[in-house]
């Protein structure tokens, strides 16, 4: 996979310093939607994650395939699987990584509704982040996010597939991932991967290449919102 963000090489690991000179630490998230079994395999997103050294890495559409991604890069890996699915949600770190939990989310009333949905929710470096993979339905994967939001106090990053067109306004909450479409639906571009947040602050969101998923990774280096 070519290592360019937007025509730009990879942005370079993540510690930066305050104007007053004391240490900020920067968490760089990368989350990717992997295609279930047609996509990117275990050994793709560990050439991901060998080229851009995220933090932590989130998964979705993820196979039980992804299991051996800690023989191959180390760390240590949760997948989360989805209800009558052959995929479901997946993280990884290289740093200690607390098992996360699961939050079930609205389902649809309608006849011949799809599997119900869920997020998966992970405490880390004192952040909580949301990994998802909402539906498709634009009210209800609004309903999904409030849910997340309503629930989980403090920061926190709601990150993944979003399936969602158009914006999206949440009180307290920024959209703070890359602008750049994300996704190419019958020719149409969409900008489906989003991260929106609440007290953490961006300082870098970009678009990898895609390789061979239909979605693009996104690389974000978030930390604590100041103030």
């Known amino acids: 996979m070519d290592a360019r963000l937007n025509g730009h ?15 900020q630490s920067v968490l760089r998230v990368v989350s990717w939607n992997l295609l279930r079994l047609v996509g990117a395999g275990v050994e793709d997103v560990a050439e ?6 995220p933090d932590l890495m989130l998964m ?15 760390g240590t890996l949760y997948r989360e699987p989805m209800d009558r699915r052959v995929y479901g949600l997946a993280a990884w770190s290289l740093r200690p990584l607390p098992p996360p939990s699961a939050l079930p989310l609205p389902v649809s ?62 009180r307290g909450f920024r959209d703070i991932g890359p602008r750049q479409p994300t996704h190419t639906a019958n020719i149409i571009p969409f900008r489906l991967d989003r991260c929106m947040a ?18 693009h990774p996104i690389v974000l280096d978030l930390s604590v919102a100041k103030g």
Do not use: K, W
């Open 60 to 74: 979705q559409e993820a196979t039980a395939e992804v299991a051996a991604l800690p023989g191959l890069v180390g």
């Open 109 to 170: 009333r309608m006849p011949g509704r799809v599997p119900p949905r869920l997020s998966q929710i992970i405490n880390f470096a004192g952040l909580t982040f949301a990994n998802v993979h909402l539906s498709h339905g634009q009210l209800l994967n609004r309903m999904q996010l409030l849910r997340i939001v309503r629930t989980i106090e403090g920061p926190l990053a709601i990150i993944g597939d979003y399936n969602a067109v158009g914006p999206i306004r949440m």
């Open 9 to 23: 090489e990879p942005i370079g690991r993540i510690r930066t310093a305050e104007p007053s000179g004391s240490p």
């Open 48 to 53: 991901l994650i060998g080229r851009y050294q």
């Open 198 to 215: 609440r007290g953490i602050d961006c300082r870098i969101a970009q678009v990898a290449d895609r390789g061979p998923s239909d979605h």
